[in-house]
């Protein structure tokens, strides 16, 4: 990358078709590339986060001001925040987990605390609540980074110890990349 | 022998459908050459197909073996028309490809095939294959239709986990 100047642009909208052209209808009329992006649906929520870099300095306000119109007619509050770019993550071993159960307070906490702890680095993170209304289900699934020339062997069943302890139920499998 | 560059997305050729092989003549042995030899050259290609060397021939190099979680394999070998007869099974797996750098998207693949194809001295032959080799064999195969693993990926991360409504 090696881009300068660099917003994150963060939004939320009551979900309907259109959402994505306003939004990017502006950045591509100012000049803005995109870089990333990642957005879905949270309960009825249209949530988007891009990453845009732009040829010339701006402030936070600039960028901010050319949103105005949309929150106005349309609705969509975005939010701006100048980024400094960080180093890439280092390359270790991928993981997805499946953490499941009937919903309670603590799980995402528990779980992230305890990777946290062991120098574990969560790359994606995914809740639902599913299930029944009168029997909730909640679903975390998340990717997950192990340091390179991790010590711990015991972390998966360290791990498995604290759903047991949550009485969810976990499935850990290691994801494999490999150029073909 | 040459080891040659290996054409990288956009390139319109690695979006064409190959040609395929009827007779073992010089250029058909000269892509043969270059396949092996550019394989070799890069220390982790497992695999490569003639269109990522610009030459639309239905030919494949793999080396499955080069990975060491690859278990079971056939072990290094060219395929000449590769045509999958059959597959069960579905098995996820994050991918990437020497021509898209920078990419690894999750695509589901076959488990296990049954795949017909010709060695490099035109004999026929027809081999069951599972896990790493036979997800190789699916990839390469598809470079000969044009077909990138973009085009298969579900999801860039975690695989979807989306509530359905059902009445």
């Known amino acids: 990358m090696g881009k ?18 306003d939004v990017t209808k502006v950045l591509l009329e100012n000049n803005f590339n995109i870089e990333d992006s990642s957005s879905t649906l949270l309960q009825g929520f249209f949530a988007a986060i891009f990453i845009v870099s732009h040829e010339k300095p701006m402030t936070e306000c600039e960028v901010k001001e050319l949103f105005e119109g949309l929150l ?10 100048s980024m400094t770019e960080t180093e890439e993550a280092p390359a270790g071993e991928h993981y997805i987990i499946s953490v499941y159960g009937s919903d309670k307070p603590g799980i995402v906490h528990k779980v992230a605390s305890f990777l946290s702890a062991e120098g574990i680095n969560i790359i994606d993170l995914q809740t639902k609540v599913a299930g029944k209304e009168k029997s909730p289900i909640y679903i975390m699934v998340m990717e ?4 390179e020339y991790f010590p711990d062997k015991t972390w998966t069943d360290k791990l498995k110890q604290i759903s047991a302890e ?8 290691q994801i494999e990349t490999y150029e073909l | 022998m040459a080891v040659r560059e290996v054409l990288v997305y956009p390139d319109p050729v690695l979006k064409e459908i190959s040609e395929d092989v009827t007779e073992l003549n010089d250029k058909i042995k000269q892509v043969i050459e270059d396949l092996k030899d550019t394989m070799e050259s890069s220390s982790h290609s497992v695999g490569i197909a003639a269109p990522q060397i610009g030459e639309l021939y239905r030919i494949i190099a793999i080396d499955p073996g080069k990975n060491p979680k690859c278990g079971q394999s056939h072990g290094r070998q060219i395929m000449i028309n590769p045509v999958i ?11 990437g490809c020497m021509s898209v750098p920078d990419y690894t998207g999750n695509v589901n693949r076959a488990r296990k095939i049954l795949v017909q194809y010709m060695d490099e001295n035109l004999e026929e032959k027809v081999i069951e294959t599972e896990g790493f080799e036979a997800i190789l064999i699916q990839h390469e195969s598809d470079h000969l239709d044009g077909v990138l693993f973009i085009d298969r990926v579900i999801s860039r991360r975690t695989d979807l986990f989306r509530r359905k409504k059902y009445k």
């Open chain 2, 85 to 95: 007869l059959k597959w069960e099974g579905i098995t996820p797996f994050r991918e």
């Open chain 1, 4 to 21: 300068a100047n660099l917003f994150s642009l963060m939004l939320v909208a009551g979900d309907r078709p259109g959402i994505v052209a």
């Open chain 1, 144 to 147: 997950v980074v192990l340091p």
């Open chain 1, 72 to 81: 106005e007619k349309k609705g969509v509050s975005v939010k701006v925040q």
């Open chain 1, 166 to 173: 949550l009485g969810t139920d976990i499935h850990l499998r």
